[in-house]
């Protein structure tokens, strides 16, 4: 079954919102977590990467500011992207790289179902 | 930024055949992983191959990789309608220990 879940699965709000996206590992450990943005028919791109504990770190050419990253337990990153436009609109995927306990191995990764953003 | 270039962007086939893919990488890296992914929906994973590792096997799969030309291969052999998605490669960076991935294959087998 699923190992990492995400929610909401997708969401359609209006020009100007801000709107959260959870990832969640669930049933292993995860002190890195990542977020990756795929606009239609293009691959996945690498936003940021979420340490628990500490300030994310964002791939060139992404707004830190825009797109918010908590990562405030093993088990949970959320993403807040603010003042959301029509260009925001994508799928946002993440995944979680599990700290080797909880029998998973050590810096195994797994990726979310993916959340649909649509800004209106 | 992504990891490196796939080709073909697109191949059609018909079923029964065998379809191949290709992918170029830039950095280095510890292992190299291939998903796929059916339109709108999320990635399953496919097989991984070790940086030390030239060639793996999974059912219908094969996987290649050349270190040296920093390139790898996917292999379907005897496709099925079923295996109509879009493919990608990712390598994981030494460095960052992050995935990028490559920019895909959409496989469109033929029934």
């Known amino acids: 079954g699923a190992v990492v879940s995400q929610h909401p699965s997708w969401v359609i709000c209006k020009s100007g919102t801000s709107v959260k996206i959870e990832c969640r590992s669930l049933?292993?450990?995860?002190?890195?977590m990542f977020w990756y943005r795929q606009f239609p028919k293009q691959s996945l791109m690498l936003m940021a990467t979420?340490?628990?504990?500490?300030?994310?770190?964002?791939e060139q050419g992404v707004e830190k500011d825009k797109f918010l990253i908590n990562h405030a337990s093993l088990t949970l990153s959320t993403l807040t992207v603010t003042s959301a436009h029509p260009e925001d609109s994508s799928f946002y995927i993440c995944?979680?790289?599990?700290?080797?306990?909880?029998?998973?191995?050590?810096?195994?990764?797994?990726f979310g179902p993916g959340t649909r953003l649509t800004v209106l | 930024s992504q990891q490196g270039e796939e080709d073909p962007q697109a191949l059609s086939i018909q079923e029964g055949e065998n379809a191949t893919m290709n992918c170029s990488y830039k950095?280095?890296?510890?292992?190299l992983q291939w998903y796929r992914q059916n339109s709108g929906r999320g990635l399953v994973h496919l097989i991984l191959i070790r940086s030390n590792e030239r060639e793996k096997h999974s059912g219908r799969l094969r996987v290649t990789l050349d270190t040296s030309k920093k390139s790898s291969s996917l292999l379907i052999t005897a496709s099925r309608a079923a295996d109509t998605a879009s493919y990608f490669c990712?390598?994981?960076?030494?460095?960052?220990?992050?995935?990028?991935f490559g920019s895909g294959t959409r496989l469109q087998v033929q029934p």
């Open positions: 995944s979680a790289r599990s700290a080797g306990t909880s029998g998973r191995a050590h810096n195994e990764q797994f």
């Open positions: 950095t280095s890296i510890n292992n």
């Open positions: 990712a390598g994981m960076d030494t460095g960052r220990r992050a995935l990028t």
């Open positions: 979420s340490n628990e504990g500490s300030k994310a770190t964002y």
């Open positions: 049933d292993f450990q995860a002190t890195t």
